[in-house]
């Protein structure tokens, strides 16, 4: 049945897929190959866990949490699986999300570095604090069987929007996380070619941003699909038994 139910969406969620992996092994290499690895020290390579983990958790599984209710198999199966499967992809990237702030913040405070001073800091505490209400909503309102329908159906437009429009704050945080460190990082004073004059760390870089772009692009065209979105008929619920 899952196997029948693949048609071409299989094609666009293997792309997203591939995509994703690219992304997590693109910014590990860049965290070892460049930036000296990775510690629990207050110093740089304890800094490096917030690339990794804010890549992984709010762009990687935050998206495919979005997703969820997209996969091929999901309308032929009890939708309850579905909802946990969304709401623990949500929950492990808060996790993740919640390390890389205590990575970076532990960092700035050990360097004697201010702390949300940046249009990427405020985007980021942006993301976090919606993100977390949205989780909180989320669960009170879908997750348990005992909320009444009427909120659900009344609630459910605003919960798809603010979803993607949280991704969408993601992204533009990842993009501009991105950019800050580079122009950070490379430049005379640290011995290295700065950033204008297109190293090769800055080219890799600047490729995975757009790989994160990429990952994005695709996450957002899959949500937005009508045709791949849950039946508004499908009553599946885990009251149901089903």
């Not at 069987?145 to 437009?157: E, F, G």
């Not at 950019?179 to 890799?204: H, V, W």
């Not at 045709?227 to 499908?234: A, F, L």
Request: glycine share 8%.
């Amino acid at each position: 049945m899952c196997t029948a139910a693949m048609g071409p969406r299989g094609v666009p969620l293997i792309v997203v897929a591939a995509l994703g992996l690219s992304v997590f092994a693109m910014v590990v290499h860049w965290c070892l190959s460049w930036r000296k690895g990775f510690s629990w020290d207050g110093s740089s390579r304890q800094f490096n866990w917030h690339p990794v983990l804010m890549l992984t958790g709010p762009v990687v599984l935050y998206g495919l949490a979005l997703l969820s209710y997209r996969f091929p198999c999901a309308h032929v199966m009890p939708k309850f699986r579905w909802k946990v499967l969304h709401a623990g992809l949500q929950a492990i990237a808060f996790l993740l999300t919640v390390v890389g702030l205590v990575a970076v913040f532990d960092f700035h405070n050990a360097q004697k570095i201010p702390n949300m001073y940046s249009l990427h800091s405020w985007f980021g505490l942006a993301a976090v604090l919606l993100f977390t209400l949205q989780g909180l909503l989320g669960l009170s309102v879908f997750f348990f069987p005992s909320s009444p329908t009427h909120l659900r159906s009344a609630a459910k437009p605003l919960h798809v929007f603010f979803g993607i429009f949280i991704y969408c704050i993601i992204l533009a945080t990842a993009g501009m996380g991105i950019t800050e460190k580079l122009i950070f990082s490379l430049k005379k004073t640290n011995r290295t070619l700065p950033y204008s004059d297109s190293p090769p760390e800055s080219l890799f870089v600047n490729a995975l941003g757009m790989l994160v772009m990429a990952y994005g692009g695709c996450v957002l065209f899959i949500v937005t699909r009508p045709q791949w979105q849950w039946p508004q008929d499908d009553h599946r619920e885990v009251d149901s038994g089903s």
